[in-house]
Every structure is written in structure tokens, then in C-alpha cells.
Nanobody, 116 residues
Framework: QVQLVESGGGSVQPGGSLRLSCAAL????????IGWYRQRPGEQREWVAH???????SYSGSVKDRFFISKDGTHNTAFLQMTNLKPEDSAVYLC??????????WGQGTQVTVSS
């Protein structure tokens, strides 16, 4: 079983920055991907970014060049540095992993609020 421990998030003014982290704990033989989705009230979950085993990062068009994902492979931990935040970035951000032998796992989520 995999447990995802999330931290970071909070409230910030437009143009500000926040950093999220997600640690994947458990007996993980292989961490294929780790990243984030986000969900606004009444909307579907939206993919934000992920980083794969070899370190290659991918981003949705709405966050590209503003959000930056990195990982500490030794500790199965990923970080999402969010810059130039906009009100439309406000959402619950959920960590997501795909790993062997556990498959897909979701974190409980952390709230990000961007407001003046």
C-alpha cells in the first residue's frame, strides 16, 4: 500500500508563489510517475503536471512556464513550485502516483487559494 503525504498550499495574492510537496511512502518497487491534478468546486479533476522515472516533466498548457515540478528520487518525493499564481489557479491540488506494484494512488489534497 502507498500513502501520499502532502504539504504546502495555502493562500496567496495574485502574482505570488507557493510550493507543494508530496512524499510517497510504502513498499514501492518502482515509481513510474508522480504529479498533481487539481479540482475546482463543481468541475472535473484537471491534470496539472507530472514527472516520470527518468526525470522528464510534463505540464498542462494552463500552467506551463509558471509551475515547475521536480523530484527527489531517493525519497520518492516530488515538489511543485508554483509561480505567478492567478485566481484561476485556486483549487484543491491532489497528488497522484503510478507505481509498481500498487498502480494509481491519490493523495487527500491541499487547498490553494489565490485572491487579492
Amino acid at each position: 500500500q502507498v500513502q501520499l503525504v502532502e504539504s504546502g498550499g495555502g493562500s496567496v495574492q495574485p502574482g505570488g508563489s507557493l510550493r507543494l510537496s508530496c512524499a510517497a511512502l510504502g513498499n514501492i518497487e518502482r515509481l513510474n510517475t508522480i504529479g498533481w491534478y487539481r479540482q475546482r468546486p463543481g468541475e472535473q479533476r484537471e491534470w496539472v503536471a507530472h514527472i516520470v522515472e527518468d526525470g522528464t516533466a510534463s505540464y498542462s498548457g494552463s500552467v506551463k512556464d509558471r509551475f515547475f515540478i521536480s523530484k527527489d528520487g531517493t525519497h520518492n518525493t516530488a515538489f511543485l513550485q508554483m509561480t505567478n499564481l492567478k485566481p484561476e489557479d485556486s483549487a484543491v491540488y491532489l497528488c497522484n502516483t503510478r507505481s509498481w506494484p500498487h498502480g494509481m494512488t491519490w493523495g487527500q489534497g491541499t487547498q490553494v487559494t489565490v485572491s487579492s
